[in-house]
């Protein structure tokens, strides 16, 4: 089987403009179409190249979830990490033609900023207990959402129904339907509201892939939180959207969030 791998866009800052954040994001190994039956390899990975892993986080903080017309189906699925690869596997059978939807969760947490471009994973009050000779410039919260669809039928409708991330991209084309050539649309929503105004780049696999957090199409969305885009390339895509806004939690300065879609086009 080919290998695929998908190159993502990152708009987040993570080290004070000088390195930009992980993105974390589940794709399937291999690019095609998948039926009743068929054995789904997933990587589950965070990284700036999606060639190639960057940083293997604790497994705690990483959570694959399976959800089947639009409602959770299980509990985690088992990731096992690949060293040599620098990312999680993990693996799901699908029962059935029923539409699926793996999702990834990198669990929120808190990590703090220094005045010299480094940074430590924690609150303020604890990262501040831990390096006292270090001079905290911002404290951030964070979260990553990310959803692969992998058998949506021609008359699915589930593909559009949200599953209330804080942070979500809803396809308004039905996946199934992708083909190259086409035109995509979504809607992206905070906390369950259009999200207007808001930078969402995509791209596909190989896409200027030797260059770091690079993407085809950069669009805003409309005053519905809708965008769209022309599909330029068959295999694998990636939509995404992030965001960075005061804190909503004590002594914390920003919230930054991070959502993620992954798709197949014919």
């Known amino acids: ?53 960057e940083e293997l986080e604790p497994v705690e903080v990483n959570e694959v979830l399976v959800y089947r017309n639009g409602q959770r189906a299980g509990g985690e699925l088992p990731l096992e990490k690949n060293a040599d690869r620098v990312w999680y596997e993990t693996s799901y059978r699908l029962p059935d033609d029923t539409p699926t939807v793996i999702v990834g969760n990198r669990k929120g947490g808190f990590y703090c900023l220094f005045t010299d471009g480094g940074y430590a994973d924690g609150t303020k009050a604890e990262v501040a207990a831990a390096s006292p000779d270090k001079t905290i410039s911002k404290a951030r919260y964070f979260a990553k959402y990310s959803k692969l669809f992998l058998n949506p039928g021609s008359n699915d409708t589930s593909f559009s129904t949200p599953l209330g991330h804080d942070l979500e991209i809803i396809p308004l084309t039905n996946p199934a339907k992708l083909k190259k050539g086409s035109r995509a649309k979504f809607r992206v929503l905070y906390k369950g509201q259009p999200f207007a105004g808001t ?15 690079t993407y085809a199409h950069k669009v805003k969305t409309d005053d519905k939180g809708e965008l769209s885009f022309k599909l330029d390339s068959k295999g694998l895509w990636i939509v995404r959207a992030s965001d960075t806004r005061r804190s909503s939690y004590p002594d914390t300065d920003e919230d930054n969030i991070a959502a993620i879609v992954v798709f197949n086009v014919k």
């Not at 930009?20 to 589940?26: G, K, L, M, R, S």
């Not at 930078?199 to 957090?213: F, R, S």
């Open 199 to 213: 930078e969402v780049g995509a791209t596909w696999d190989y896409y200027n892939y030797k260059k770091p957090d």
């Open 1 to 53: 089987m080919k290998k695929t791998f998908v190159f993502a866009i990152v708009t987040g800052v993570l080290f004070a403009g000088t390195l930009t954040a992980h993105e974390f994001y589940v794709i399937p190994d291999e690019a095609k179409d998948y039926k009743a039956g068929d054995t789904v390899k997933i990587n589950a990975l965070s990284t700036h190249y999606f060639t190639v892993g």
